[in-house]
């Protein structure tokens, strides 16, 4: 008995996701948290996740599958914050992770419905496609300064939803 | 000089309110967001963290861990394995909860600095007899438990047990391991287990 071949390999291609995806998801995580603590450990939480999970990542939608779960977690995240600074909870809210889970999943409908056509490309080409401001500007051809105004308008009227 | 919450605050301020910033500002801001994590040192501390198959829940994976972490007889057998378990203080719960950690330093020191009335955290059990798991647990899932042999209580385990975990995911994982047999009837848990060589530990 020992660690088996097959635990080696989902062990390299971990390493790969790893090394491939982790500034990415780090940068997006820290877009909606700030706190660098924070965003690395819903990173790594993501990790450990397909670590020990049984989700299989197929290489073309894995960059995407990666930062919406980062985007995801840190919205479900700041959603506990948020509730925990009015009186929640934190096991109460644990068990709220199905609500929250609805929610997620309503996300990209709630930013087509509430932001308009330009923000709704900005906010997925950031959370989605984890470009860098600069890149966003480049391809939506405005300032840095205006990319970060759209991402907070979206971000703010996201949260709100969230806190609702 | 701001703290680190007063910037996180800034950061959010800025979001909300971004016309009470300058562009300069929203740009120093931006930069600071922008910079590349150190990924190598990354992926060190998460390969660290994650670096035995302990807590991995497929058949495969527990057997490996158990062949490595193993099963501590009461009787006193080195404990030769506590090369191989790996630091975890800083193991992370769902919920970033501190997790309370049991730790001993060899054989013939079986504290066990467990937390018995906290449940809604995760806890590891580090070398720590299965009496004393199953205590906590048919506590939390409210079922009796029955040991088929009077070894069973004493024999020694490694196990990270988290609140979301249902008993039938405990069941699984416990019985993952070889020496393990966990049976459910009604609301009683019975629970067989046959000794490991010490060679194997």
């Known amino acids: 008995m020992g660690i088996t071949v097959k635990d080696v390999m989902e062990r390299i291609e971990c390493q790969r996701l790893f090394m491939q995806h982790y500034a990415k998801m780090y940068?997006?995580?820290r877009t909606i948290l700030y706190d660098e603590q924070e965003s690395e450990d819903v990173v790594s939480d993501i990790f450990e996740h397909l670590l020990y999970g049984e989700t299989i990542l197929m290489?073309?939608?894995?960059?995407?599958?990666?930062?919406?779960?980062?985007?995801?977690?840190?919205?479900?995240?700041?959603?506990?914050?948020?509730?925990?600074?009015?009186?929640?909870?934190?096991?109460?809210?644990?068990?709220?992770?199905?609500?929250?889970?609805?929610?997620?999943t309503d996300i990209d409908e709630f930013v087509a419905n509430h932001l308009s056509v330009q923000e709704q490309r900005i906010f997925r080409l950031r959370f989605t496609d984890g470009y860098s401001y600069e890149e966003i500007a480049?391809?939506?051809?405005?300032?840095?300064?205006?990319?970060?105004?759209?991402?907070?308008?979206?971000?703010?009227?996201?949260?709100?939803?969230?806190?609702? | 000089?701001?703290?680190?919450?007063?910037?996180?605050?800034?950061?959010?301020?800025?979001?909300?309110h971004p016309e009470k910033y300058s562009d300069e500002q929203i740009e120093t801001m931006m930069d600071e967001l922008n910079q590349m994590p150190d990924v190598g040192a990354a992926w060190q501390k998460f390969e660290q963290n994650n670096c035995q198959t302990a807590l991995r829940?497929?058949?495969?994976?527990?057997?490996?861990?158990?062949?490595?972490?193993?099963?501590?007889?009461?009787?006193?057998?080195?404990?030769?394995?506590?090369h191989f378990i790996r630091h975890v203080a800083d193991v992370r719960g769902d919920l970033r909860t501190p997790i309370e950690d049991t730790r001993i330093s060899n054989s013939r020191q079986q504290t066990a600095e467990t937390d018995t009335t906290a449940t809604s955290h995760p806890k590891l059990y580090d070398n720590v007899p299965l009496g004393e798991i199953f205590k906590d647990l048919s506590?939390?899932?409210?079922?009796?438990?029955?040991?088929?042999?009077?070894?069973?209580?004493?024999?020694r385990l490694y196990y990270l047990?988290?609140?979301?975990?249902?008993?039938?995911?405990?069941?699984?994982?416990?019985?993952n391991f070889e020496w393990i047999q966990i049976q459910k009837e009604n609301d009683t848990l019975f629970i067989r287990t046959t000794a490991i060589p010490a060679k194997d530990c």
């Open chain 2, 161 to 175: 047990w988290k609140p979301e975990y249902t008993l039938e995911k405990v069941m699984e994982m416990l019985n």
């Open chain 1, 138 to 164: 480049t391809a939506e051809d405005i300032s840095r300064v205006a990319v970060w105004k759209h991402l907070s308008h979206a971000l703010n009227i996201i949260r709100q939803h969230f806190k609702e």
């Open chain 1, 59 to 104: 290489p073309d939608t894995e960059e995407r599958y990666l930062l919406t779960s980062v985007r995801n977690q840190c919205f479900k995240r700041l959603r506990h914050v948020s509730n925990s600074l009015q009186g929640g909870d934190y096991a109460e809210l644990a068990d709220d992770s199905e609500t929250d889970d609805e929610r997620l």
């Open chain 2, 139 to 155: 506590d939390y899932y409210h079922v009796k438990v029955v040991y088929r042999n009077e070894d069973a209580p004493r024999l």
């Open chain 2, 1 to 16: 000089m701001q703290t680190p919450d007063q910037k996180k605050q800034m950061f959010f301020d800025m979001q909300e």
């Open chain 1, 27 to 29: 940068r997006v995580a």
């Open chain 2, 57 to 82: 829940p497929s058949r495969s994976r527990w057997k490996a861990a158990a062949a490595v972490i193993g099963i501590l007889m009461v009787s006193g057998i080195a404990f030769a394995a506590i």
